[in-house]
């Protein structure tokens, strides 16, 4: 089994609803503490939903990244408008036990983990001495963002 960090996030319909679904489709043993944040990329949409899940999962990643989009698909996340636009349920695969992977569609750590306040917050609750692969931990990444170091 691998203990494998997910981001959630809504900002569409019931976006409380949608991400305590999604964590239970994914599996999450542990979820963060939901928190209201401001688009990220793309500002022109509603404010988001985030949260992050705590798996422990038998899939390897590729397995876990495809299980994470067919949960997506299934709660009517569709794929269209400009990136980071608004969506009913986004799932980001943060981190995958201690592994650092860079493959076609699948990059771990999250290659904007470490820039995105809304997935260090909940993730500093859950785990704030984890280290992220080359980036510290995740206590520091985030008072580093805090900072603006």
Known sequence: MTIAYVGLGSNLGDRERLIREAAELIGAVRLSTLI???PWGYGDQPLFLNAVAE???PLTARQLLDHLLDVERRLGRERIGPQWGPRTIDLDLLLYGDETIDEPGLVVPHP???ERE???RPLAELVPTR???GKGTVQDALAG???GA
């Open 112 to 114: 904007y983990l470490t």
């Open 36 to 38: 209201e944040t401001e």
């Open 118 to 120: 809304f997935v260090l």
């Open 131 to 133: 280290r992220i692969p």
């Open 55 to 57: 798996l422990e999962t």
């Open 145 to 147: 963002l805090s900072s």
